[in-house]
């Protein structure tokens, strides 16, 4: 594993540790997801490590790949958006901003096409857990492409100090989910795919 792969680790493990309390979940009737589970960035910043680390210490099985394209898909039911634009993070994908909005927009066409003709079989997810650090320019390019259109947000509350994302859900009528800590997530992945984690 190479030095830069072991400090990003060492970082989502940090942030895992960490503790938080639930905001809002018990007001906001979170819909349930299907297998196949995919994670994918909207816009390339490492966030999406964060939840896949934190979907797979529930012991779900998912496909990670930052960078898929809709003619990918397969059969996923779920994706799971991890939203934050990074200027490294494109510049090491070898894309551009708008080359990533037309991709996360190729994927959110389809699962609408998807949802309408199989309505409950299929989920979009958005994750803003990047806080402040998240809301340059590049990062409002992909909260734009993707915030509006997806059926559940789950947003860190340093990410929305402003209210920016309560007024995307409230225009879109999109249920919004508020958490203090990063490590919340997981309590919201939990509840996401409850059927898969009973006993």
Known sequence: MSFKKQILMFLVFALVLGFGSLVQAEEVDVP??????????????????????????????????????????GDVKTVLFAIGGSAKGLGEAGIDIREEEARIAGILDKMDELKEEYPGEYLTVGFHIGGEGRRGDLSQASIDATAPRVDLLVVWEEGNQDGMFTKIAEENDIPLIIIESVRDTENI???????????
């Open 32 to 73: 349930s997801g299907k297998l196949p589970i995919l994670v994918t960035s909207a816009g390339q910043s490492p966030d999406d490590n964060m939840v896949r680390v934190l979907a797979t210490r529930l012991g779900l099985e998912v496909k990670h790949d930052p960078l898929i394209t809709v003619d990918e898909l």
């Open 189 to 199: 992945l939990a509840k996401i795919f409850a059927e898969y984690l009973e006993d």
